[in-house]
Nanobody, 120 residues
Framework: QVRLVESGGALVQPGGSLRLSCAASGTIFSIGDMGWYRQAPGKQRELVATITSGSITNYADSVKGRFTISRDNAKKTVYLQMNSLEPEDTAVYYC??????????????WGQGTQVTVSS
């Protein structure tokens, strides 16, 4: 059974930095796209950043230049480096991975979420 476990969420002051991690475990044949999403109170879940299996990245306009997504395929892990954090970045952050447990059949898996709070 595939499981995604996130870590790194915390309370941080405006202007600070955090690094989120999300590691996949279980019987995994291959991992395709990986991504980070977030959901603030009273708002819909939104895309933050994605990275393809070929390491092509995409970012929401609101985080461009401040956040960096990366992946370590050997560790089955995706990271989100967040710099210059703003109160508007406060949300529960979720990772998502497109994973195949059998050859060439992919489905999306989600982590449980990690809380990021930016406040003085």
């Amino acid at each position: 059974q595939v499981r995604l476990v996130e870590s790194g969420g915390a309370l941080v002051q405006p202007g600070g930095s955090l690094r989120l991690s999300c590691a996949a475990s279980g019987t995994i044949f291959s991992i395709g796209d990986m991504g980070w999403y977030r959901q603030a109170p009273g708002k819909q879940r939104e895309l933050v950043a994605t990275i393809t299996s070929g390491s092509i990245t995409n970012y929401a306009d609101s985080v461009k230049g401040r956040f960096t997504i990366s992946r370590d395929n050997a560790k089955k892990t995706v990271y989100l480096q967040m710099n210059s954090l703003e109160p508007e970045d406060t949300a529960v952050y979720y990772c998502k991975m497109s994973i195949s447990v059998v050859y060439n059949v992919y489905r999306d898996y989600w982590g449980q979420g990690t809380q990021v709070t930016v406040s003085s």
